[in-house]
DNA sequence: GTTAGCACTCATTCTTTTAGAGTGCTAATA
DNA sequence: TATTAGCACTCTAAAAGAATGAGTGCTAAC
């Protein structure tokens, strides 16, 4: 059997009014739904083969349909497909979705200067506003070159690194040291670091360098290797990976997720991070079409979420830095929404970050 | 009618059995539960009595009884009290309580450099240890004073200052100033920021001393105004206050607080973190005996958590820096346990911090 | 190929029944 | 006088039963 069009037409419609109502369709409903002036019988004899097809299924006998996530996928791909389509013609249309653009634009420049501070409220934002779960990351350094190194005298016996990155990547350090190091020395030690290092990135920074480095330190070889250690520990994206999730309870208003045991499930996994964190990743290697990734269901490499679907969307620093934008939300979402969103907070990123 | 010695008793028992069962006692229950030696019905009178004092209430007719706030109440001061007295005693048994905190002090010392990663795993561990939701607040800074400011030239039109404040609290800030600088000028401008503010705390950076200093940096006014502003707004405690969360879904194993809006409610509070703010500022005023408090029911200046109790305590680093650790768990939570480990947490902090 | 009609299924809702836990009260007991 | 045994009573929670209605699949007619 055939997908033919007809088929096409009842399926969208069903996947949509589900979307909508979140409630088993039946086949009155499309009947009139659609403007296919078919008596239900015959949509029933369509739905028939639509379930024998894959698409959809009914939770019980005498229900209506619900879509499966191969429904869902169809449905997805099909919009993705439209969507590029539309995005060829609609350039003149642009005045809407700019001037969203601008007053997200206005918001965010308030605090351009914390990058993490931005990118928490761009999960905040982003799950007020579309009533899901968000998870942001603070981009991935991955070739990424140190600007600057700068060591200063804490105590006695400990030094604070101040570690610069290309795209005003800041971290701290606190390095206990076992020697004192006087005044001149913590200068001379600035000046080799940064002579050295400034400019490479981590991948560069390679044992030829370290041990020529070490070499020139004379008797600070032992600091040396604690500040190297610590630069590489702190710039070494592993580490650096931050999540920030907000909206964690938006997923109580979607019934099919909020009774205890999956809500708990799925929040836990927001809060703790980790599976967040190894999703991301396993992400970073899929990304093609317009960087946003759709998964529905069990596409999701985390198990918790396998009632859930997750958008992503990567965003982009200058330097390639990337960070990824992600939508919890029930498998029914409204992923046009959603998507468009994405889209509008890429673009909005893009441009605030490339203008600074 | 009065609390006698065997109503206190009857009390007593009634409170510890619903804290570990979660269910309302009976008569019968209390009878073999206390070793008086009555009879169910003796035992009903009493409770009756005990209902029309306040401390109990049936939450139907025919069930058992519950505590109420007024029995939690009197059942906490008690233990307290009693604690307060034990602690005299059993000075000499502390090795088990000292085994405990050598684990964990092996744990805590792990990443003392970082104090923000330090308290989110105190967080982390103390939910994992209690099944109870935590929190933890960064120290405060009252009266803390300025170590060093460290400006760096991050971009022309961009400034990198680092400020450093006794007990080794490190923030960066980024500040985007209008006309260039000179590497030359920005060393004068360390120089003197530094010789102008180290030490000082915030409150004594007044200005008299602020227009001085404007005074002396001549055309650069402008800037040293920014910078300021940073350094203000930094150390200035409301945009300081930190609050990490964790194990929020635990109390989805309390079925007295797991329905979909009271969790739903309640784990919102911890995520969105506003109202927390509040409640530590609120709490502060309080702390009188050990820096522990115990907040029941309605007596949390929260309205989320009128159905939780708040045990908190506060931890003190050097230099007089507070902090705030929270757990937030059903009313008929362990309190015994909970004082007890919040005890060992301070004493565990105490130490690490006063040792480095 | 499409549709009207009808018997059938099954989740949901409401009602009824039952079981059991626990009480309050009364009268007997020590 | 304080305690206790006994019993009728109350009320919840769980189980069982009945009613409702949405939606289906199938058959036969159009």
Redesign the interface.
Same mark, same amino acid.
């Given at each position: 059997m055939e997908l033919d069009d007809r088929k096409v037409k009842i399926l969208k419609a069903i996947i949509k009014n589900y979307l909508e109502t979140g409630e088993p369709v039946g086949s009155r409903t499309i009947s009139k739904y659609v403007d296919l002036k078919l008596s239900p019988a015959t949509i029933r004899n369509e739905m028939a083969d639509l379930e024998e097809l894959g698409y959809i299924v009914q939770p019980h006998t005498s229900a209506g349909r619900i879509p499966t996530d191969k429904g869902y996928r169809f449905y997805v791909d099909d919009m993705m497909a439209t969507k590029e389509a539309e995005l060829v013609v609609k350039e003149n249309e642009l005045t809407d979705r700019e001037k969203e653009l601008d007053s997200m634009k206005e918001f965010l420049n308030e605090k351009v200067?914390?990058v993490e501070e931005l990118l928490q409220n761009v999960a905040k934002v982003l799950a007020k506003d579309t009533n899901y779960a968000t998870m942001v990351t603070t981009p991935q350094v991955k070739g990424n070159r140190l600007?600057?190194v700068?060591l200063?005298q804490?105590?006695p016996n400990?030094i604070?690194a101040?570690i610069?990155m290309e795209g005003?990547l !800041?971290r701290?350090?606190? !390095?206990?040291i076992s020697d004192e190091l006087s005044q001149e020395n913590l200068l001379k030690l600035n000046i080799l670091l940064n002579t050295t290092l400034t400019g490479l990135t981590l991948q560069e920074m390679n044992l030829g360098l370290v041990a020529k480095m070490e070499n020139q330190a004379g008797e600070y070889t032992k600091i040396i290797k604690e500040v190297l250690d610590a630069i590489v520990e702190t710039i070494s994206s592993a580490d650096n990976l931050k999540i920030y999730t907000?909206g964690?309870?938006n997923i109580?208003k979607y019934p099919e997720l909020?009774d205890?045991?999956k809500?708990?499930?799925l !929040?836990?996994t927001l809060?703790e991070k980790q599976s967040l964190t190894d999703f991301v990743m396993e992400d970073e290697e899929q990304h093609g079409n317009h960087g946003i990734q759709v998964y529905i269901g069990n596409e999701t490499p985390v198990e918790a979420m396998k009632d859930c679907s997750v958008v992503t969307a990567t965003y982009e620093l200058q330097d390639g830095m990337k960070g990824t934008i992600g939508i919890i939300g029930p498998k029914r979402m409204d992923y046009e929404k959603v998507v468009e969103k994405l889209k509008t907070i890429q673009t909005q990123l893009d441009d605030v970050f490339k203008k600074t």
């Amino acid at each position: 059997m055939e997908l033919d069009d007809r088929k096409v037409k009842i399926l969208k419609a069903i996947i949509k009014n589900y979307l909508e109502t979140g409630e088993p369709v039946g086949s009155r409903t499309i009947s009139k739904y659609v403007d296919l002036k078919l008596s239900p019988a015959t949509i029933r004899n369509e739905m028939a083969d639509l379930e024998e097809l894959g698409y959809i299924v009914q939770p019980h006998t005498s229900a209506g349909r619900i879509p499966t996530d191969k429904g869902y996928r169809f449905y997805v791909d099909d919009m993705m497909a439209t969507k590029e389509a539309e995005l060829v013609v609609k350039e003149n249309e642009l005045t809407d979705r700019e001037k969203e653009l601008d007053s997200m634009k206005e918001f965010l420049n308030e605090k351009v200067d914390r990058v993490e501070e931005l990118l928490q409220n761009v999960a905040k934002v982003l799950a007020k506003d579309t009533n899901y779960a968000t998870m942001v990351t603070t981009p991935q350094v991955k070739g990424n070159r140190l600007k600057f190194v700068q060591l200063s005298q804490l105590e006695p016996n400990k030094i604070l690194a101040v570690i610069v990155m290309e795209g005003n990547l !800041i971290r701290n350090k606190v !390095i206990t040291i076992s020697d004192e190091l006087s005044q001149e020395n913590l200068l001379k030690l600035n000046i080799l670091l940064n002579t050295t290092l400034t400019g490479l990135t981590l991948q560069e920074m390679n044992l030829g360098l370290v041990a020529k480095m070490e070499n020139q330190a004379g008797e600070y070889t032992k600091i040396i290797k604690e500040v190297l250690d610590a630069i590489v520990e702190t710039i070494s994206s592993a580490d650096n990976l931050k999540i920030y999730t907000s909206g964690a309870t938006n997923i109580f208003k979607y019934p099919e997720l909020s009774d205890s045991s999956k809500a708990s499930e799925l !929040i836990y996994t927001l809060e703790e991070k980790q599976s967040l964190t190894d999703f991301v990743m396993e992400d970073e290697e899929q990304h093609g079409n317009h960087g946003i990734q759709v998964y529905i269901g069990n596409e999701t490499p985390v198990e918790a979420m396998k009632d859930c679907s997750v958008v992503t969307a990567t965003y982009e620093l200058q330097d390639g830095m990337k960070g990824t934008i992600g939508i919890i939300g029930p498998k029914r979402m409204d992923y046009e929404k959603v998507v468009e969103k994405l889209k509008t907070i890429q673009t909005q990123l893009d441009d605030v970050f490339k203008k600074t």
